[in-house]
């Protein structure tokens, strides 16, 4: 059961440089997410998708772009990255029961 | 934005030891969820409650939910080296589309 993969786990950016990280579920999930976690925070909601095709801002989109082409797949693109980027992100699928999360990608802007 | 506070913030314990962890809004909630996160891993669901007043065991864990559903406490008892993490609260607010708002978090340390 591979649940929610994230890649990568680690990476490191220089200024105004470009990403994408990379979500994908296995469970069907039409609810997917992505959040930001900064050292002793929780977690805030910057994008999330409720099925294919259909995406929306959270509570902190800036700096942030995504699609949902498929059912699997959400990935997180960041254009020009910034030092406030730094951070470790978590996607995640929710069904009734509650949330999926994966492991992580632990994000520095340098 | 819904404003989810999380008490204490930090608690370091010896094994064996009781501790409650509290988690509250002032605006309700229609579910309330309780996660677990370790070091370099993404949280992991314990429970979650959706009744007011509700309360659910799960081992030495002892979940409880306000019956205004505004506030929500963890218990544990008898605090063993493994219970060691992040424990976060995350509640689902009326409308909002299954979306969570989380809570800043408590970390939790056990020793010997």
């Known amino acids: 059961n591979a649940g929610v993969t994230q890649t990568p786990k680690f990476r490191i950016l220089k200024i105004g440089q470009s990403m994408t990280l990379q979500c994908t579920q296995d469970m069907n999930h039409n609810y997917m997410y992505w959040y930001r976690q900064d050292p002793g925070m929780g977690l805030k909601l910057i994008y999330y998708?409720?099925?294919?095709?259909?995406?929306d801002k959270g509570e902190v989109p800036n700096g942030y772009n995504v699609s949902r082409s498929t059912t699997e797949d959400f990935p997180l693109r960041l254009e020009l990255a910034a030092p406030s980027q730094t951070s470790v992100y978590f996607c995640a699928s929710s069904s009734l029961y509650g949330y999926t999360f994966g492991s992580g990608t632990r994000l520095t802007v340098v | 934005t819904q404003l989810l506070e999380q008490s204490p913030q930090f608690l370091s314990i010896q094994e064996g030891e009781n501790l409650t962890v509290y988690c509250n809004s002032s605006s309700v909630f229609s579910s309330l969820q309780w996660y677990r996160q370790e070091p370099g891993e993404g949280p992991v669901l314990l429970v979650t409650v959706v009744t007011g007043g509700e309360v659910k065991k799960l081992k030495r864990l002892t979940f409880q939910f306000g019956d205004a559903r505004k506030d929500s406490s963890l218990h544990i008892t008898a605090a063993q080296p493994g219970d060691t993490g992040l424990y976060l609260c995350?509640?689902?607010?009326?409308?909002?589309?299954?979306?969570?708002?989380f809570g800043t978090g408590t970390r939790l340390q056990v020793t010997l």
């Open positions: 998708s409720v099925g294919a095709g259909i995406t």
């Open positions: 995350a509640g689902l607010y009326t409308g909002t589309a299954s979306k969570l708002t």
